[in-house]
């Protein structure tokens, strides 16, 4: 009887968790997609040399960072997964939310310095463990850029 109930609390605990979490990570996607729109005016590329007919001022370095941690549910959907094998959703959305958001913040940055373009964009990202060996708590994502003001853009 006491298995039963540890196995429906867990279960139950495990359930409310992925909802929540679900919410969460919905409000944050809502959250991103407004401030990519409202960023959209701020040109963006990774590529290395600006076109010939720019003519650029004031280059700042900026970036963005975020770290995300991972949830039970996630963790215990990517175990399952693991038996099986296949692409974890989970994580995959977990690493888009940490790409946009470490992007906007840079790109919010980029605005405050009076830019209207990033140029020379990269993108780093990092596993930060667990306690237990081998478990991933989180993720980290850092975006950086060369930011500049573009006359006659």
Do not use: C
Request: proline share 1%; hydrophobic share 50%.
């Amino acid at each position: 009887m006491e298995l039963i109930f540890g196995l429906a609390v867990a279960l139950v605990l495990l359930v409310v968790g992925g909802v929540i979490g679900s919410i969460t990570e919905a409000a944050h996607f809502r959250r991103l997609d407004a401030e990519e729109q409202q960023l959209a005016p701020i040109l963006m590329s990774d590529m290395k040399r600006l076109p010939d007919n720019w003519q650029a001022a004031g280059a700042r370095l900026v970036s963005g960072n975020v770290v995300i941690a991972t949830d039970y549910f996630k963790v215990f959907v990517a175990g399952l997964r693991n038996l099986f094998g296949g692409r974890i959703r989970g994580y995959e959305r977990l690493m888009d939310r940490a790409r946009r958001e470490a992007v906007v913040r840079m790109l919010r940055e980029a605005r405050a310095l009076g830019a209207n373009a990033v140029w020379n964009v990269r993108l780093q990202t990092s596993t930060i463990q667990g306690k237990q060996q081998g478990k991933s708590a989180g993720i980290e994502v850092m975006a950086y850029g060369t930011a500049i003001r573009v006359a006659g853009e």
